[in-house]
């Protein structure tokens, strides 16, 4: 009796497993293959942080199916458990939605003579359209300088101060091609076709 509770279990643990496996994978290919095109993951951590939200979820609906049902408890209690764990995992993969959203790139500022690539997570500006800005300090005794200086005091990067942003474009800053500061080191810009390219090395 007890080794078909526990075959039982491990059985649905599995299809568990399986399914999440299937729907996480097309998930991940899709959030991949849309927002993250074009060379686009360089500019973040994103597989990094991509994995680990795929496991914790991937094991977590299947760990939770494997302890919370089994075939001694009613049909009543199976299915609010099974709710339970459902309900948790959606949960758990909004979370990780939000945070690989955080991960795509708002836009390019020029500061200090070099340029920067923005992610949504750190971007203060409501829209986020991939474009280029230049960055015009307020000169001292301006009227923007105060503002500037409280920012600063509130610990506001320069290439979060969107209130000092003056609109450019690729053609105009890059020409051609240009690299750009990112947390994962520099990574080249380049446009084809009217699309903007990322690339790690100049081939």
Known sequence: MFSKVISKKIKWALIHFISGLIILST???????????????????????????????????PLLSLWLLSPVKSRKENTINIS?????????????????????????IKWQGSYFAVNKGESRKEANNEQFYIFDEPAVGSEGREIYESLIKEAISPVEMYEFFTLSSFEGECGAMCGVITKKGIVIVTKENGKLKFNKSLR
């Open 84 to 108: 339970v764990i459902l309900l948790l995992q959606f949960c758990s993969l909004g979370y990780g939605l939000l945070q690989v959203d955080s991960q795509r790139l708002a836009y390019f």
């Open 27 to 61: 998930l991940s290919l899709l959030v991949f293959n849309t927002w993250f095109i074009d060379g686009r993951y360089l500019l973040s951590d994103l597989f990094g942080l991509a994995t680990i939200i795929f496991l914790l979820d991937l094991a977590l609906g």
